[in-house]
């Protein structure tokens, strides 16, 4: 079993930067398609992007392209986001979990949910 944290949320202005990170337990972090989802208040949980084991390679949903971009260091079992040119829409709580399914897994092949970290992007 996996647990994982996420951290890096916080209050930003539109066009802000943020990082976020989640860290994870365990020995086989390195075996793990890892991916970010976000849900912003009264919406469904929605895909963000998934990184491979290695990560060489990536996949991001189509509206995520281009300001969002997923990394991991396996020494430090740690898989980032990083968000560029902020908001207001972007405004949800960010979840990081274990791919079951590879790169385009959907959200039922998701396991091992982390608790979320906030992001508010004001306008």
């Known amino acids: 079993q996996v647990q994982l944290v996420e951290s890096g949320g916080g209050l930003v202005q539109a066009g802000d930067s943020l990082r976020l990170s989640c860290a994870a337990s365990?020995?086989?972090?390195?075996?793990?398609?890892m991916g970010w989802f976000r849900q912003a208040p009264g919406k469904e949980r929605e895909f963000v992007a998934a990184?491979?084991?290695?990560?060489?390679?990536?996949y991001y949903a189509d509206s995520m392209k281009g300001r969002f971009t997923i990394s991991r260091d396996n020494a430090k079992k740690t898989v980032y986001l990083q968000m560029i040119s902020l908001k207001p829409e972007d405004t949800a709580v960010y979840y990081c979990?274990?791919?079951?399914?590879?790169?385009?897994?959907?959200?039922?092949?998701?396991?091992?949910w982390g608790q979320g970290t906030q992001v508010t992007v004001s306008s």
């Open positions: 365990g020995r086989t972090f390195s075996s793990y398609t």
């Open positions: 990184i491979s084991t290695s990560g060489v390679y990536t």
């Open positions: 979990a274990v791919s079951t399914g590879g790169l385009r897994a959907t959200l039922v092949q998701y396991a091992y």
